[in-house]
């Protein structure tokens, strides 16, 4: 199997890949333009920022198996990779820790106002009556708006700096918080109004694009924190420059809208970055992170070589979509299956999912086929009538 690695990872991702037995190609310099270029030949993709194009996958002929080194797909082109059945798989939760603690980083920074402290030191100005001006963390309250993994990270530090925590999440209900010991909103804007700081921590959607609007901004106190570690699509960053002049908000991003592509290109929002401390977006970029995800990427490679399935694909369907459903009990010898398979392609109908188990001792076996259509009677008695089939039953 050839692995294609287009962007950084850790040293040891190589060496445990070579040791399955795979050729490995590490390009951390590609981007999404070269990439449609290099990927001919290769069977598997990995990437951590890099882009994955509709270019790219249409020029991967041999590309079987694509893995995001990280949480979000936002940058791999999930329709095109199922439109060629290419699975795409990721590394949820590896990256919890170091998201939150830097989320809580950058909250602490905002209140205390660290980076400006700083860079009025290196200018040799000693303004302690300025910087001196916090409000301090404790007992504040804490907005946290997503209890994925990492909102659930960032609760349990922020409940050691004795904050107190209002939330919001589609699967947060009274009871749930009740039992967290956290306060429950029952909507963005009732933690919006509520939070002294605010973190968010939603995947991103088209339907949460600018979740943070005026609207929203408007509701949060003025002074209150904003955190975004999460996605910077969230925010709508001209009404985040007018809410900073006009409420004074401290935010911390480590997110933004049309990010830099490369390592090394340009941040243009020269005006946000004066506005707000800013980070680019290095939120899972620990070394335990790093080391953690690799694992991950290398499990997913070992499970797709032993069982041809990787783990934690995110573009297969998890339920079928039919209504239909033959299970039939046959003897385990060779040309069953395919006659089973014959008969329902002479009756025009398409198997969407089939699912073959052996019985110990290997004699027999039962066949679970889900179908779009129901077969006709005439169908099930020639199956059954098979000399190989002992049960056929279902639909």
């Not at 950058?106 to 009556?129: F, N, S, T, V, Y």
């Not at 749930?176 to 939603?202: G, T």
């Not at 899972?284 to 041809?308: H, L, P």
């Not at 399935?309 to 046959?330: E, G, I, Q, W």
């Amino acid at each position: 199997m050839k692995i294609l690695i287009a962007d950084k990872v850790s040293p040891t991702t190589v060496k445990s890949l070579e040791a399955l037995g795979c050729e490995v190609a590490l390009k951390p310099e590609l981007d999404a333009a070269s990439l449609p270029s290099a990927i001919a030949g290769f069977d598997v993709l990995i990437v951590r920022s890099t882009q994955v194009t509709k270019q790219t996958i249409e020029a991967g002929k041999d590309l079987s198996l694509i893995i995001r080194a990280g949480a979000g797909v936002n940058t791999i082109d999930l329709e095109t990779a199922s439109q060629y059945g290419i699975h795409v798989t990721n590394c949820p939760g590896k990256n919890t820790e170091a998201v939150a603690e830097l989320a809580i980083g950058l909250m602490l920074a905002c209140d205390r106002r660290i980076p400006q402290a700083a860079l009025e030191m290196q200018g040799g100005k000693w303004k302690k009556g300025e910087f001196g001006k916090a409000k301090g963390l404790k007992d504040r309250i804490l907005g946290v708006i997503g209890l994925g993994n990492i909102g659930m990270a960032v609760i349990a530090r922020a409940k050691a700096l004795e904050m107190n925590v209002v939330a919001w999440s589609r699967s947060l209900t009274p009871e749930k918080a009740e039992a967290l010991d956290i306060v429950y909103a029952e909507s963005p804007l009732a933690v919006a109004a509520q939070a002294d700081a605010l973190s968010l921590h939603v995947a991103y959607s088209k339907a949460l694009n600018h979740m943070v609007d005026a609207e929203f901004l408007a509701t949060m106190k003025p002074g209150a924190i904003l955190i975004n570690t999460a996605r910077g699509d969230l925010i709508d960053t001209i009404a985040l420059k007018e809410a900073i002049k006009s409420k004074k908000l401290r935010v911390g991003l480590d997110v933004f809208e049309n990010e830099p592509k490369g390592n090394e290109e340009p941040f243009l929002d020269a005006e946000l970055a004066s506005l707000a401390i800013c980070t680019p977006h290095i939120g899972a970029s620990t070394d335990q992170a790093s080391e953690a995800i690799a694992e991950e990427a290398v499990r997913i490679v070992r499970s797709y070589i032993e069982a041809g399935m990787p783990v934690n694909v995110v573009n297969v369907r998890m339920k079928p979509a039919t209504t239909h459903k033959l299970v039939v009990r046959h003897h385990n010898r060779v040309g069953v299956l395919s006659a089973i398979l014959l008969m329902l392609k002479e009756e025009g109908i398409n198997i969407e999912e089939m699912q073959n188990t052996i019985f110990s001792g290997g004699a027999t076996a039962t066949c679970l086929l889900y179908l779009d259509k129901k077969p006709s009677d005439k169908t099930i008695s020639l199956m059954s009538a098979h000399e190989d089939i002992i049960q056929v039953t279902g639909c």
